[in-house]
């Protein structure tokens, strides 16, 4: 008496509503690959090639924040970067954030005793 009776619903491929329904997740999906995805991996792909590009004599700054030139191509992996006058580190290449032109200038303290 209280209670109304329970109607079973159709099913969600029943009507054709199927693919209407993941429209919405196809378009965001896309704007996301556009926005998103497709400009890290171009600079990925930059930054591989800018690393892979490093010979002796290069300028570059590590992700910490080290500026320094390139002393010695070690291997694939890795080079050798003098940070001072005979300080010399090995570095991993994936640590090398930015490489500059070949010759230019460290910017030195003015101090100089």
Known sequence: MFI???YAQTGVGADGNFLIQFVPFILI??????????????RAKEHRAMVGAIRRGDTITTSGGLIGKVAKVTDENE??????????????RQ???DVRAKGEP?????EKK
């Open 95 to 97: 640590a090398i954030s």
């Open 79 to 92: 080079v050798s970067v003098e940070i001072a006058t005979g300080v010399k580190v090995r570095i991993s």
């Open 29 to 42: 999906f896309i704007i996301l690959y556009f926005l998103i995805i497709r400009p890290q991996q171009r």
């Open 106 to 110: 460290v910017k030195e303290s003015k």
């Open 4 to 6: 109304t009776p329970a």
